[in-house]
């Protein structure tokens, strides 16, 4: 069973930054994609960030050119940086890894506060 866990997730203040890292048990070279979603209270989980196999990123539109995406093959690790921070950008963020043939697997969250 993949085990995804995320970490980096704090209060920050309005224009600040955080770095949240989602660590694979397994390597994530065997996923089509991973993915970084987020939760704001009382809302859906969306989508906001995805990195293929080869290293292509593509963004929600709320945050492009605020948040990167990245990854470690070596360490299995995916990132997300988030730089100048809103107080809409709180929520519960969530990794998850793709197969488009097979099952998905989610991490358990970090909370992400941004104070106004």
């Known amino acids: 069973q993949v085990q995804l866990v995320e970490s980096g997730g704090g209060l920050v203040q309005a224009g600040g930054s955080l770095r949240l890292s989602c660590v694979s048990s397994?390597?994530?070279?065997?996923?089509?994609?991973m993915d970084w979603y987020r939760q704001a209270p009382g809302k859906q989980r969306d989508l906001i960030a995805r990195i293929s196999r080869i290293g292509t990123a593509t963004y929600v539109e709320s945050v492009k050119g605020r948040f990167t995406i990245s990854r470690d093959n070596a360490k299995n690790t995916v990132y997300l940086q988030m730089d100048s921070l809103r107080p809409e950008d709180t929520g519960v963020y969530y990794c998850?890894?793709?197969?488009?043939?097979?099952?998905?697997?989610w991490g358990q969250g970090t909370q992400v506060t941004v104070s106004s």
């Open positions: 998850k890894a793709v197969q488009w043939n097979g099952s998905d697997y």
């Open positions: 397994e390597s994530i070279s065997r996923f089509d994609a």
